[in-house]
């Protein structure tokens, strides 16, 4: 049989796939014969009329044989016209030409207008106006009827061939084990992230995310793997320490959301991570692809609403959502004034998503000094020390201890400055008055900052801000802030949650409005005056 690393697809459009083989060290002169099979899960393709350009006038007409069953189902079908009806047809079968019913279904649309991609929407496709179209059995003269559509048995089916061989792999690195230091683990998720970050440096990922283990031992020969040969990898490592784990099969937010029908999943799982469960039966996540991703940090386009658990021993599968764990970030900032400059002290903690991306911020810069430079330039501050905690590839906490000045607007007797210190938010992403489609957010987030400013000798509060407290219709998106004055000190103490990653277009004000509070906050001020 042809070895599976040496068959390639080519996407022609949407739906239509073109597969290619190499066959080793053929000579001229000789014969082949090629036997293939199609395993094919469901027989769908969509009608996507919408795109990047308008459409004046859209028609599709489709006739289905009595003998086949279809699925056919208008996606934002108030811009799709249907007519359907049945009629005498005919159609050739086995060299044969047959009488039958079919069914007309004729769709069109008018006028429809453009959708353009933009950096708060994943896959634009989602939002596209269609109608999909699937094949769900057939039913031929004198013949039982044959399902097509995909159940859930068949899906887990076709996941346990996939990976059957899997189970058997045995650790590629077994005389370097030696090597791991678990020294520093305080629970099953910081060993994890010992074994990935152990994989990653004896495979760099090449880039490709999928499902298909492909030629491991190629792989570990030429150290560049998919995502998925990394994750195998590392089952093999952890099944040696005993760490029980399994694949998941997800699709990537990129490709487009799956609807929860196994015959439309089957042909959009597109990549695979590891699930494994700790002593208190909580599930948990790892992908080895990204550097600086630990457990219940997957990349981000990995976040999804579904994914596949196949339990490759048992013969067993179940479902559950990636996207559900918050990531935090939490900054305590004390302040005092003198000469017109804030001289500040801040303790700052960061976990899973906030984490991971500090540290390829940070890894992404020269050195130190290079990574104090910028964050110095883009702030407008001057760090006196900094010290990072955590910073070891795919720690779910990192903690920043920095002490930095940075000068505040003051006349002779009148200070300004934000109690904010660093503002988060200062311009809102969403200035269109309306939106065609939904909003969505890399990851799930709660970020709350404590400031405490010393009120200078010789100075009283002029003003102070408004408190504020502001959240969407269901309470995913929301925002407060309060001051308040004890003794000598201002203390604002400012919490923003954002509970979900999609937000339905119908919420596009709330979230717009949401968003402008944010940023008038960000930049309040507090007036300080001589007494």
Same mark, same amino acid.
């Given at each position: 049989?042809?070895?599976r690393?040496?068959i390639?697809h080519e996407?022609?459009a949407?739906g239509?796939?073109?597969c ?6 053929v000579?001229?002169?000789?014969v082949i014969?090629?036997?293939?099979e199609i ?5 769908t393709f969509?009608?996507?009329i919408q795109?990047e350009?308008?459409v004046l006038?859209?028609e599709l007409?489709l ?7 279809f ?5 934002d079908s108030e811009?799709?016209?249907?007519e359907?009806k049945?009629?005498?047809?005919s159609m050739?079968?086995?060299n044969q030409?047959?009488?039958c019913?079919a ?8 006028r429809m ?6 950096d708060?929407?994943?896959a ?5 106006t ?6 769900i059995?057939?039913q031929?003269?004198r013949q039982?009827y044959q399902?097509?559509a995909?159940?859930w048995?068949?899906?887990s089916a076709h996941?346990?061939n996939?990976?059957?061989e ?9 005389d370097?084990m030696q090597?791991?230091d678990?020294s520093?683990?305080k629970?099953i ?10 994989v990653?440096t ?7 995310y999928?499902?298909n283990?492909g030629n491991i031992?190629?792989?570990?020969e ?9 994750n195998?990898v590392?089952?093999?490592?952890l099944k040696?320490?005993g760490i029980?784990c399994?694949?998941?099969a997800?699709?990537? *937010?990129?490709s487009g959301?799956v609807?929860?029908?196994a015959?439309?999943?089957a ?24 550097d600086?991703r630990g457990s219940?940090?997957?990349p981000i386009?990995?976040l999804t ?8 021993n048992?013969q067993?599968?179940?479902?559950m ?8 970030? *939490?900054?305590?900032i004390?302040v005092e004034?003198i000469?017109g400059v804030?001289h500040c ?6 976990t899973r998503q906030?984490?991971?991306e500090?540290?390829h ?14 964050v110095?330039s883009q ?5 006196t020390d900094l010290?990072l905690q955590?910073m070891?590839?795919r720690?779910?906490?990192v903690r ?11 006349t002779?007797s009148?200070?300004?400055i934000n109690p904010?210190i660093?503002?988060e938010i200062?311009?809102?992403p969403?200035?269109?008055e309306?939106r ?7 990851y799930?987030?709660?970020s709350t900052i404590v400031s405490?400013?010393k009120i ?5 509060i ?13 309470g995913?998106?929301?925002f407060?802030y309060?001051?308040?004055v004890?003794?000598?000190n201002?203390?604002l103490?400012c *919490?923003?949650?954002k509970?979900?990653t999609i937000?339905p277009?119908?919420?596009y004000n709330?979230? *717009?409005?949401?968003y402008?509070s944010m940023?008038?906050k960000n930049t309040d001020l507090?007036?300080?005056?001589k007494k």
């Amino acid at each position: 049989s042809v070895d599976r690393s040496l068959i390639f697809h080519e996407k022609l459009a949407p739906g239509f796939f073109l597969c290619k083989f190499s066959i080793p060290k053929v000579i001229e002169g000789s014969v082949i014969e090629i036997e293939y099979e199609i395993d094919c899960h469901t027989m769908t393709f969509d009608w996507e009329i919408q795109g990047e350009y308008p459409v004046l006038r859209g028609e599709l007409d489709l006739t289905l044989p009595e003998f086949f069953s279809f699925n056919v189902t208008p996606i934002d079908s108030e811009h799709i016209e249907l007519e359907q009806k049945v009629e005498r047809s005919s159609m050739s079968m086995l060299n044969q030409l047959i009488n039958c019913d079919a069914t007309i279904i004729k769709a069109s649309v008018d006028r429809m207008p453009s959708l353009h991609d933009d950096d708060y929407v994943f896959a634009i496709s989602d939002y596209y106006t269609k109608l999909n179209v699937s094949l769900i059995g057939i039913q031929l003269p004198r013949q039982p009827y044959q399902p097509l559509a995909s159940t859930w048995n068949d899906l887990s089916a076709h996941f346990h061939n996939e990976w059957n061989e899997m189970k058997k792999l045995k650790n590629p690195y077994q005389d370097q084990m030696q090597s791991l230091d678990f020294s520093d683990c305080k629970n099953i998720c910081d060993s994890v992230n010992v074994c990935a970050d152990f994989v990653a440096t004896r495979l760099r990922w090449n880039g490709v995310y999928n499902t298909n283990p492909g030629n491991i031992k190629k792989a570990i020969e030429e150290q560049s793997a998919s995502n998925a040969q990394m994750n195998f990898v590392l089952m093999s490592i952890l099944k040696d320490l005993g760490i029980k784990c399994n694949p998941i099969a997800l699709c990537t *937010r990129s490709s487009g959301v799956v609807t929860a029908a196994a015959s439309m999943i089957a042909s959009s799982l597109n990549t695979m991570a590891l699930t494994f469960i700790d002593s208190d039966n909580n599930y948990h996540f790892i992908d080895c692809s990204d550097d600086y991703r630990g457990s219940d940090a997957l990349p981000i386009d990995m976040l999804t609403s579904f994914g596949l658990i196949i339990d490759i021993n048992n013969q067993q599968y179940h479902t559950m959502t990636t996207h559900n764990d918050v990531s935090s970030s *939490r900054r305590k900032i004390d302040v005092e004034i003198i000469d017109g400059v804030a001289h500040c002290v801040s303790d700052i903690a960061l976990t899973r998503q906030e984490a991971a991306e500090f540290q390829h911020l940070y890894h992404k810069s020269l050195d130190h000094n290079h990574f104090i430079s910028e964050v110095e330039s883009q702030f407008n501050i001057d760090i006196t020390d900094l010290t990072l905690q955590g910073m070891k590839h795919r720690s779910n906490n990192v903690r920043i201890n920095a002490k930095f000045d940075k000068a505040v607007a003051h006349t002779d007797s009148v200070i300004y400055i934000n109690p904010m210190i660093i503002p988060e938010i200062v311009s809102n992403p969403f200035l269109a008055e309306t939106r065609k489609v939904g909003i969505e957010f890399p990851y799930q987030e709660e970020s709350t900052i404590v400031s405490t400013i010393k009120i200078p000798d010789g100075y009283m509060i002029d003003e102070l801000p408004s408190a504020l407290s502001i959240r969407d219709t269901n309470g995913e998106l929301s925002f407060t802030y309060n001051i308040s004055v004890s003794d000598n000190n201002i203390m604002l103490i400012c *919490r923003r949650k954002k509970l979900s990653t999609i937000f339905p277009q119908n919420v596009y004000n709330d979230i *717009r409005l949401i968003y402008d509070s944010m940023v008038d906050k960000n930049t309040d001020l507090i007036v300080l005056k001589k007494k």
